[in-house]
């Protein structure tokens, strides 16, 4: 039996509307009515929450649904390849900021600069895109200070380059991309805490 009916039937047996079972379960009826018409499944806590207010053992809620299961195995086979994807553009991301600080001690070539530009771009939007647990700048107070250190030193190193054209369409030019790429490397080093390894 698929598990919107042993919904609809636990709903029924405790003589309340859908209305009435998502607010309990701080949930909109339209939530309970897809779920009780197969068109969506409940997660993992929604069912613990069903399970525990109503006295309804799991396996009693998931036993035999068969579709249930291939959709949770589905979510799980997408945060795999998520954590692949993280653990890629972390190591990405560790390249693009070493490439860049050691440029400013020693002569790269413009190719490399350029490409691990584009790659660090790249890790950082797969890193956004894909980290499971952000850092929490306000209880982690490690992490604040090493993005703050790393905006200073970003900062001062582009402020102690400085602009060499007397052109103004050019020195604007090479102050937004100095700016740019202070940002780029400082947000580089707000994933450096985030492990992939983490759980």
């Known amino acids: 039996m698929l598990i ?3 919904i609809k039937m636990i709903r029924e047996a405790f ?3 859908q209305e009435q079972l998502g607010k309990e379960l701080h949930l909109t009826r339209q939530t309970i009515s897809s779920w ?3 068109k969506s499944y409940p997660g993992i806590t929604d069912i613990l929450s069903i399970s525990n207010k109503y006295n ?3 396996d009693e809620l998931m036993k035999e649904d068969i579709e249930l ?3 949770f195995e589905t979510i799980d086979h997408s945060l795999n390849k998520q954590k692949i994807l993280y653990a890629i553009a972390y190591v990405a991301n560790a390249l693009f900021l070493l490439v860049s600080i050691f440029s400013n001690y020693m002569h790269v070539l413009p190719i ?3 490409t691990a530009l584009i790659i660090g771009m790249i890790a950082l939007f797969v890193l956004f895109s894909t980290v499971q647990q952000p850092v929490n700048l306000y209880t982690n107070k490690w992490a604040l200070l090493a993005i703050v250190t790393a905006f200073m030193y970003f900062l001062s190193i582009a402020i102690f380059k400085g602009v060499t054209s007397t052109n103004i369409d050019e020195q604007a030019g090479i102050y937004i991309s100095a700016g740019l790429r202070v940002l780029l490397l400082t947000s580089s080093v707000y994933f450096i805490p ?3 390894l983490r759980k």
């Open 112 to 114: 490399y600069k350029v």
């Open 36 to 38: 009780e018409n197969g």
């Open 194 to 196: 985030q492990l992939p």
């Open 69 to 71: 299961i291939e959709h």
């Open 4 to 6: 919107g009916v042993k």
């Open 56 to 58: 309804v053992s799991l």
């Open 15 to 17: 003589d309340l509307t």
